[in-house]
């Protein structure tokens, strides 16, 4: 079974840092693509970012670009998101999401998903 566990969420202040990790297990990580969502109170989850196999490919959604970085160790099977000045906007519950599909990948689209961790930004 596909499972992604996602961490590293919590409460901080606005302007502040965080960075989430998500490991993944029972895939071949190197073969997936890998990706962040959220969902805010209220709101549709949306996409965040994604990154390609080898890391080198990355995409952001424009509130997010130029503050947040995705990342991936696949000796670790692990896809990270560094999130800085994060702002209240950016609270909800943020998802880590995998697809071996590369037409599904420029699709937006992902067949596993984790639980999510909660990212909450308040003064």
């Known amino acids: 079974q596909v499972q992604l566990v996602e961490s590293g969420g919590g409460l901080v202040h606005p302007g502040g840092s965080l960075r989430l990790s998500c490991v993944a297990s029972?895939?071949?990580?190197?073969?997936?693509?890998m990706g962040w969502f959220r969902q805010a109170r209220g709101k549709e989850r949306e996409f965040v970012a994604t990154?390609?196999?080898?890391?080198?490919?990355?995409d952001y959604e424009n509130s997010v670009k130029g503050r947040s970085v995705i990342s991936r160790d696949n000796t670790k099977n692990t896809v990270y998101l560094q999130m800085n000045s994060l702002e209240p906007e950016d609270t909800g519950v943020y998802y880590c999401?995998?697809?071996?599909?590369?037409?599904?990948?420029?699709?937006?689209?992902?067949?596993?998903w984790g639980q999510g961790t909660q990212v909450t930004v308040s003064s």
């Open positions: 990154i390609g196999w080898s890391g080198r490919s990355t």
């Open positions: 999401a995998a697809t071996g599909s590369i037409a599904r990948f420029a699709r937006r689209e992902f067949d596993y």
């Open positions: 029972g895939l071949t990580f190197s073969n997936y693509y």
